[in-house]
């Protein structure tokens, strides 16, 4: 079965500081792995997904099949980055890309 | 383009009643997906509609099913609730190609509770 681990529930660094959000997956195949974020009344969005190897916000993503990680990071923090972060997985063996199976989520908290 | 809707926003209802949510997805995606939101299993994926026929199941029991329209419109309905239905549900529209670059869009969820 498929699986996304988020181990930190809650992240609070410093403005300006690097960030690292933490997510790894269990998954027999070939996974496509995707960030969500959600920031304050805002609905779930996506950040960025594997494939498409993209900086937004600054942000960027690497998948890491040998570590089987795909975790989220910035070099410099901003507030406006203060938001829930979600790992998603899809895959061949999920049926499509409409099938997300999401990590529990990260708050991400970014003070003065 | 107007974003994906759901319709009620908030719900209460007494257990072993059922109930009904809507969604409507952003125009020309024909793909919906829904899923459920709780503190203790975060999200869950329940299932997925396109061309009006189920194309992905999740692991929810019976009592959870649901419908797409013609124009796309989805619903999802729980019969005999029970306490632990109270979550968020989330509906989720796209496309519904097989690609990975396919965006799932989320609406605002409905917020569901059940006593």
């Known amino acids: ?6 181990p930190e529930k809650l992240l609070s660094v410093f403005k300006g500081a690097p960030v690292e959000l933490k997510c790894n997956y269990s998954y027999s195949g070939s ?15 996506l950040l960025l997904r594997h494939i498409s190897r993209e900086s937004i916000k600054g ?8 570590e089987t990680s795909f975790h989220l990071k910035k070099p410099f923090a901003q507030e406006e980055d203060s938001a829930m972060y979600y790992c998603a997985l899809s895959g ?4 499509t890309a409409s099938k997300l199976t999401f990590g529990t989520g990260t ?3 970014v003070t003065l | ?20 949510l809507s969604c409507s997805p952003i125009s020309g995606h ?25 194309r992905n199941k999740g692991n929810f029991p019976g009592r959870f099913s649901g419908r797409q329209f ?21 509906c989720a529209s796209s496309l519904g190609t097989l690609r990975s670059t396919d965006t799932q869009y989320f609406g605002p969820g409905t917020r569901l509770t059940v006593l």
């Open chain 1, 107 to 109: 708050r991400l908290q």
């Open chain 2, 1 to 20: 383009k107007a974003g994906v809707t759901q319709t009620p926003r908030y719900l209460i209802k007494t257990r072993g009643q059922q109930v009904t």
């Open chain 1, 92 to 95: 061949a063996l999920t049926g």
């Open chain 1, 31 to 45: 996974p496509e792995l995707f960030w969500y974020v959600q920031y304050s009344r805002q609905r779930l969005q």
């Open chain 2, 30 to 54: 024909r793909s919906v997906s829904w899923y459920q939101q709780t503190p203790g299993q975060g999200l869950q994926f329940l299932f997925e509609y396109f061309s009006e026929t189920q």
């Open chain 2, 70 to 90: 013609s124009n796309s419109r989805s619903e999802m309905n729980v019969s005999t609730l029970e306490l632990g239905d109270s979550a968020l549900y989330l």
């Open chain 1, 59 to 66: 942000f960027t993503a690497d998948l890491n099949k040998g």
């Open chain 1, 1 to 6: 079965a498929q699986r996304v681990t988020q």
